[in-house]
């Protein structure tokens, strides 16, 4: 059975950081794409970075120098290290297996970046 759980959100004041993380089992991490996605309130979802390994990875242009995304496979997990957090970072963030479609997804952990 496929498991995407993540965790680490929270609130964190702008210029902050935070780490998610997406425990990941049911299937062979390290040969699948994996991606972070996010529900912005009142918005769609919103793609934030894709990896495949560590010379293949992407960002969404807002996110770029200020979020990475790396992968612990003997952890089979997927993190997400977000730094200078604005607050236009808040959102629903997902982690899915996939690069443009997506095979499954986790329950989500909330990000509120304020003051």
């Known amino acids: 059975q496929v498991q995407l759980v993540e965790s680490g959100g929270g609130l964190a004041q702008p210029g902050g950081s935070l780490r998610l993380s997406c425990a990941i089992s049911g299937f062979i991490f390290s040969t699948d794409w994996m991606t972070w996605v996010r529900q912005v309130p009142g918005k769609g979802l919103e793609w934030v970075s894709t990896f495949y390994s560590v010379d293949n990875l992407a960002y969404r242009d807002s996110v770029k120098g200020r979020f990475i995304i790396s992968r612990d496979t003997a952890k089979n997990t997927l993190f997400l290290q977000m730094n200078s957090l604005r607050p236009d970072d808040t959102a629903l963030y997902y982690c899915?297996?996939?690069?443009?479609?997506?095979?499954?997804w986790g329950q989500g952990t909330q990000v509120i970046v304020s003051s």
């Open positions: 899915a297996r996939g690069r443009t479609s997506f095979e499954n």
